[in-house]
C-alpha cells in the first residue's frame, strides 16, 4: 500500500443506528489486526455522564465541558466511566436518545473530536459512527456506508432485546428509529450521509458475515482506488 497517501490506515463505518455497522467493524478490526474505535460509546458515555451529573442534555457548554474531561476507558470488553463499569447502563434506550441529543450539539463534537484522532494508530483502525468519514477520518481511503431498512433495524434491535428478556414493541422501535435517523440526518453539525467517496452497503437482506467479507474486500481494493485504477 502507499504509506505516503495513507500514513496509518483507517476504514471508516458510518449509518444509522442497528444497521448492524459496530458488529462488522468489530470484526473487520479483529481480521486486520487493528484498533477499534467505537465512536458512539463516546457520545453515549457523554450523555450518561450529564445524566449522572444532572447537566441538561441542552445545556450545551456544560455537557462539553463533560466530554472534554470524560474519564473513559475501554479494555477487556468493558466500557467504564471512572471506576464504574458502564457497559451496560450505556446501551438503554434512554442514553441512546440522550446521546443523540448531545451529538446535535457542535461544542460537545467539537470536544470529541481530538479523542477520536488520538485513536489511529499501527497497525490501523477501524472506525464505527456517523461522521467518521465525512468529518473525523475524512483523508480515510476506506470509507463504507452502512445502511438497511428502518424495519430491518427495528426488527433486529426488537430480536436484541426479546433474546435479553427485556419486553419490546416492534411498532415502537420502527418509529423510535425513525425519529433518531430524522434527528442525526437532520442536525446541522456532522450529519449522518454518506461521504461522496464511500461504499454503500444495504444489508437490508445480507448477513454480518457477506458484510465483513465486503467490507474486507473493498479495503483490499485500496492501492487501485488510490491510483485511480
Ligand atoms: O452508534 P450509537 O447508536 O451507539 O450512537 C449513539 C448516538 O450517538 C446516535 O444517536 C448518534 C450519535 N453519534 C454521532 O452523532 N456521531 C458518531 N460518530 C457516533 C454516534
Redesign the pocket.
Known amino acids: 500500500m502507499n504509506a505516503e497517501l495513507d500514513p496509518i490506515p483507517v476504514i471508516t463505518i458510518d449509518g444509522p443506528?442497528a444497521s448492524g455497522k459496530?458488529t462488522v467493524a468489530e470484526r473487520v478490526a479483529s481480521a486486520l489486526g487493528f484498533h477499534f474505535l467505537?465512536?458512539?460509546?463516546l457520545?453515549?458515555l457523554t450523555a450518561l455522564s450529564a445524566m449522572k451529573h444532572g447537566v441538561a442534555l441542552d445545556d450545551e457548554a456544560g455537557v462539553a465541558a463533560l466530554a472534554a474531561g470524560l474519564p473513559a476507558t475501554f479494555g477487556d470488553g468493558a466500557v467504564r466511566l471512572a471506576d464504574e463499569d458502564v457497559t451496560d447502563a450505556i446501551r438503554a434506550e434512554a442514553v441512546?436518545e440522550g446521546?443523540?441529543k448531545v451529538?446535535a450539539l457542535p461544542a460537545v463534537?467539537a470536544a470529541l473530536l481530538e479523542r477520536q484522532r488520538a485513536y489511529r494508530q499501527p497497525p490501523g483502525l477501524v472506525a464505527?459512527?456517523?461522521?467518521?468519514g465525512t468529518v473525523?477520518f475524512a483523508d480515510a481511503a476506506t470509507k463504507v456506508f452502512l445502511t438497511a431498512s428502518a424495519e430491518a433495524r427495528a426488527e433486529r434491535r426488537y430480536k436484541q432485546l426479546i433474546e435479553k428478556g427485556n419486553s419490546a414493541s416492534l411498532s415502537a422501535l420502527v418509529a423510535d428509529m425513525q425519529a433518531?435517523d430524522a434527528?442525526?440526518t437532520a442536525r446541522s453539525v456532522?450529519p449522518?450521509k454518506p461521504a461522496p467517496d464511500a461504499l454503500l452497503l444495504d444489508t437490508t437482506h445480507m448477513d454480518i458475515e457477506s458484510a465483513v467479507q465486503a467490507v474486507l474486500a473493498h479495503y483490499a481494493s485500496r492501492d487501485g482506488r488510490q491510483q485511480g485504477i
Open positions: 443506528s459496530g467505537d465512536s458512539g460509546a457520545y453515549r441512546g446521546a443523540s451529538a463534537r464505527d459512527g456517523r461522521d467518521m473525523v433518531r434527528r442525526d456532522a449522518l
